[in-house]
């Protein structure tokens, strides 16, 4: 049964949304009945006023002035309690029929105003009412306090029906507008983690391509320059060669895999993120591509977490990649120096201070990703990073990162570019 009356409950103030001067007609019709019909009770063994027309006039004005309940709701409340307040001093019964206007002016002015309007209002028509009941002949059979306490609960009752509507609507509209902010909240997380993740997959292909070719390109063209002389080298530089090719092609397959992965548990894993391991395997690349890497430890080595040996292999494998492309040297040096809580990286050449060379520090920031990608990076995970040309003579790129990363920013994000590294 509640059920049900709660649905027909919803339709109707559906409908009342929908067509409102409909819904507030019906409604001033409906109250105008009940109110002439309680004017026309008595007590038992009692004479009606005799007043018809002054009690319809009285009653119509006050439904009358229901219809401006939405624009003017205190407005309505005053007439409804005065046209009252004179029908009860004229003689006519108080009775919950009487008060039928008076009370949907009183809920619909607890609906829509504040709550002090609504004390301040509402106190003063019901001591109005209850001060005319008090006066009034109709009711000389009854005592003082049936006097007071029926009109008293009777209009107490739409006000605090009122204020409870008020408060559940203000409860939906704050629920709306917190689905509504968490919706939003949501767009932009989503759109925020497709641009991070675009962006890391970007310096990932950046930093495999670059290296790779870069690599392949010095090997080829050894190759070439030693075809007619040494056949045996050059033979054993284009294996290399196939090697080179070979790792970017599972490098890029593995970054590019990120793009097919599903979120199913059961998938195959992907290739793990490189490290600081796979330095033999970098040094032997750049050996056959004609630069001889010569890689120093020292301090004692301690385990690093996957961000800071991800970053710290890139930065070595990015420093190493502008040595063979823009570099006039054939030699490097890598120093790797774990000092307290932070892993010292330097990577020098000593090459000479040619056009080449100084293309490094100045061509590199202006025309490429790498020093800028390197730098982000470092940064990412709390370290700092500087690159530069020697006083000696050559490059060098140093960078300090802690063992740790930074506890501001999450040690996955070791992996996620800043927008530069996204072109």
């Known amino acids: 049964m509640s059920t049900s009356f709660e649905r027909y409950t919803d339709r109707f103030e559906q409908y009342a949304d929908r067509y409102p001067r409909v819904a507030d007609v019906v409604?001033?019709?409906?109250?105008?009945?009940?109110?002439?019909?309680?004017?026309?009770?008595?007590?038992?063994?009692?004479?009606?006023?005799?007043?018809?027309?002054?009690?319809?006039?009285?009653?119509?004005?006050?439904?009358?002035?229901?219809?401006?309940?939405?624009?003017?709701?205190?407005?309505?409340?005053?007439?409804?309690?005065?046209?009252?307040?004179?029908?009860?001093?004229?003689?006519?019964?108080?009775?919950?029929?009487?008060?039928?206007?008076?009370m949907a002016a009183l809920y619909w002015l607890a609906t829509l105003t504040d709550r002090r309007t609504t004390r301040v209002f509402g106190v003063?028509?019901?001591?109005?009412?209850?001060?005319?009941?008090?006066?009034?002949?109709?009711?000389?059979?009854?005592?003082?306090?049936?006097?007071?306490?029926?009109?008293?609960?009777?209009?107490?009752?739409?006000?605090?029906?009122?204020?409870?509507?008020?408060?559940?609507?203000?409860?939906?509209?704050?629920?709306?507008?917190?689905?509504?902010?968490?919706?939003?909240?949501?767009?932009?997380?989503?759109?925020?983690?497709?641009?991070?993740?675009?962006?890391?997959?970007?310096?990932?292909?950046?930093?495999?391509?670059?290296?790779?070719?870069?690599?392949?390109?010095a090997q080829a063209g050894t190759a070439a320059h030693l075809a007619l002389t040494s056949p045996q080298q050059t033979k054993d530089i284009l294996t290399d060669l196939t090697g080179t090719t070979s790792s970017a092609l599972r490098e890029l397959?593995?970054?590019?895999?990120?793009?097919?992965?599903?979120?199913?548990?059961?998938?195959?894993?992907?290739?793990?993120?490189?490290?600081?391991?796979?330095?033999?395997?970098?040094?032997?690349?750049?050996?056959?591509?004609?630069v001889a890497v010569t890689v120093t430890t020292t301090g004692e080595p301690r385990p690093l977490s996957p961000g800071v040996d991800l970053t710290a292999f890139r930065i070595v494998q990015e420093a190493l990649t502008n040595v063979t492309k823009h570099a006039a040297a054939d030699s490097a040096q890598v120093r790797l120096a774990y000092s307290g809580s932070r892993l010292l990286i330097t990577v020098s050449n000593d090459g000479p201070d040619t056009a080449g060379a100084t293309g490094v520090a100045g061509a590199v920031p202006s025309r490429g990703f790498g020093v800028m990608g390197m730098r982000e990076r470092a940064h990412t995970i709390g370290g700092e990073l500087r690159a530069g040309p020697r006083a000696e003579g050559g490059f060098e790129v140093a960078t300090a990162l802690p063992l740790q990363p930074a506890p501001s920013v999450p040690e996955a994000a070791a992996d996620v570019p800043a927008g530069g590294e996204a072109s």
Not at 52 to 58: E, F, G, K, P
Not at 161 to 182: D, F, I, K, N, P
């Open 253 to 290: 397959k593995a970054t590019l895999g990120l793009l097919r992965r599903s979120d199913d548990p059961a998938a195959p894993s992907l290739e793990p993120s490189p490290g600081l391991a796979r330095l033999p395997e970098l040094v032997s690349a750049c050996a056959s591509a004609g």
């Open 124 to 217: 003063t028509a019901m001591a109005a009412l209850m001060i005319a009941s008090v006066v009034s002949d109709s009711m000389d059979g009854l005592s003082l306090v049936l006097r007071t306490i029926g009109p008293f609960f009777w209009l107490l009752l739409p006000l605090a029906a009122g204020s409870m509507t008020r408060l559940r609507r203000a409860y939906l509209a704050s629920v709306q507008a917190r689905a509504e902010h968490a919706e939003h909240t949501r767009e932009e997380e989503a759109r925020l983690r497709v641009t991070e993740e675009r962006m890391r997959i970007a310096r990932e292909l950046h930093d495999v391509v670059a290296h790779h070719l870069a690599l392949a390109n």
């Open 27 to 102: 409604v001033v019709l409906a109250l105008m009945g009940c109110a002439s019909l309680g004017s026309n009770l008595t007590l038992p063994g009692a004479d009606p006023p005799g007043q018809d027309r002054m009690a319809t006039v009285l009653m119509g004005v006050s439904c009358l002035a229901l219809l401006r309940y939405r624009s003017h709701p205190r407005t309505a409340v005053v007439v409804t309690a005065v046209c009252t307040a004179i029908a009860i001093a004229l003689g006519y019964l108080l009775t919950p029929l009487l008060l039928g206007p008076v």
